[in-house]
């Protein structure tokens, strides 16, 4: 078979993606590849949220074309595909820059990549495709089996993608295009088939993931809470998980699901951005600093041990000292377990993009260090408080040292454990002996686990429906 080499940039939702074109390119005659010089397709799979992420994969093309010219000497035939957001956002303007590269396309019609470069072979000059198709990409994927025999103890699941939200500062509309939401059958047949696989925590994905309104089997829109209901029932699936959320997408049902289910675990990733009333409606978030505050609430009234993490910009064009200072109150009062932040960098094709007040580089530099010397404060002080706790931890990768398996704590956390490798894929009790800012260590338990989270509040603390019976 052909082999083919995937480089990944980016979020949960790329990895994903890159998995399908693994499983698309199967029925093209290929095969994955760890070792970049034996690979007969190279596919950069983008990301265009990070500042300069054109000119990195530019650079990285100027390296493949090397490789391609020297396997090309040798009589081997080399083709070079960029798929993902920076794709979907430079278009022909990549083939322009960059000669070398043979497919171009966009992450609404990664599914035809394996069409793709069957056409540029046969053409002899470049297949572009960044349109958004009529057809669902992934009713065509989901007649692709999985190529490993087994799957990783955790594992992602795109349910959602594209946003109708457009804040000013973002391209996510422009790349991923509006809200789309799987049916409720299509993505419970996967999660099944992922768990049949061996995978015993799902994380599902959206760019906006609390949006989701997929067809149910009722033929009515389902909510991400309705969803994780049913997904929770799947026997074998141990933990859920999902991201990442926006604020005014939180509904009651997801609230329940974060009270009944044992199953969705303590963390929460619910991005801000600005402490800043006037920055967030810059920024075209609608909502308040008020508002999301209320919601964090309303998560932990259910849910009191719940981590909660998020996302902030710091130097948005005209964003003041004083309106930084909201965000650093916000911080204080929200308390995050962990959280990121960056300084702002204009997206073309963005409105802020467009604003002629922009912050200057000195005061973004010194904003972002204040911010996340406060947040860096606030993880070290949660993660200390695990020590002596008793965790269940889903070892899924090997750790740093010989002789260590690492997993994830429910509250998201990386927690390194010396044992052997036949513990890999379970979850085991673990004693936290040590904490460090970004990470945990810890023992094996050698007693019976007994569940010492903190309690949840009872079902009566708020007005909630019940968990749907569907």
Not at 66 to 76: D, N, V
Not at 418 to 443: Q, Y
Request: proline share 5%.
């Amino acid at each position: 078979m052909s082999k083919v080499f995937i480089k990944t940039y980016g979020c949960q939702m790329n990895v994903y993606d890159s998995d399908r074109m693994i499983e698309t390119l199967a029925h093209h005659g290929y095969e994955p590849t760890t070792q970049l010089e034996d690979a007969d397709m190279v596919i950069l799979n983008t990301c265009h949220i990070r500042e300069k992420a054109a000119e990195k994969v530019y650079s990285e093309l100027g390296r493949l074309r090397l490789i391609k010219e020297g396997r090309r000497a040798r009589g081997k035939h080399t083709t070079i595909a960029v798929a993902g957001c920076v794709a979907q956002a430079e278009g022909e303007e990549m083939v322009r820059r960059a000669p070398s590269i043979d497919v171009v396309v966009g992450p609404q019609a990664y599914h035809l990549i394996g069409t793709l470069a069957e056409t540029a072979a046969r053409e002899g000059k470049a297949a572009i495709n960044t349109d958004f198709p009529i057809e669902d990409k992934f009713a065509s994927l989901s007649k692709n089996p999985t190529l490993k025999s087994r799957a990783a103890p955790s594992a992602f699941l795109t349910i959602q993608e594209g946003c109708n939200k457009f804040c000013t500062f973002c391209v996510v509309p422009y790349t991923r295009g509006a809200e789309f939401s799987r049916s409720v059958e299509t993505v419970e047949a996967e999660a099944r088939r992922l768990v049949q696989s061996g995978a015993r925590e799902i994380t599902l994905l959206g760019q906006n993931v609390n949006a989701y309104h997929g067809e149910g089997p009722n033929g009515r829109s389902w909510s991400l809470g309705e969803l994780l209901f049913q997904l929770a029932r799947i026997d074998g699936l141990d933990r859920l998980r999902y991201t990442t959320s926006h604020p005014r997408d939180v509904d009651n049902s997801l609230i329940a699901a974060h009270r009944d289910l044992e199953k969705l675990m303590p963390y929460l990733h619910l991005p801000i951005q600005s402490g800043s009333n006037k920055m967030l409606a810059a920024m075209n978030r609608r909502h308040s600093a008020e508002e999301y505050l209320e919601t964090i609430d309303r998560f932990r009234n259910v849910r009191p041990d719940l981590a909660l993490s998020g996302d902030f910009i710091v130097g948005f064009p005209g964003e003041t000292e004083e309106d930084f200072v909201a965000t650093l109150d916000l911080v204080k009062t929200a308390n995050y377990a962990q959280a990121y932040s960056f300084k702002y960098s204009a997206r073309p094709g963005t409105p802020a993009a467009e604003l002629n007040i922009q912050v200057d580089e000195e005061s973004k530099n010194e904003r972002l260090q204040r911010l996340q010397a406060l947040l860096n404060a606030q993880q070290e002080e949660f993660n200390k408080s695990m020590v002596a706790r008793k965790l269940p931890v889903l070892l899924d990768r090997p750790g740093r040292h010989v002789g260590q398996l690492a997993g994830r704590s429910p509250y998201q956390q990386s927690v390194h454990v010396e044992t052997s490798p036949e513990h890999l894929g379970e979850i085991v009790e673990v004693v936290i002996s040590s904490a460090g800012g970004k990470s945990l260590a810890g023992t094996l338990a050698s007693i019976e686990y007994e569940d010492n989270l903190s309690e949840k509040a009872p079902a009566n603390t708020n007005i909630l429906p019940e968990g749907p019976s569907h």
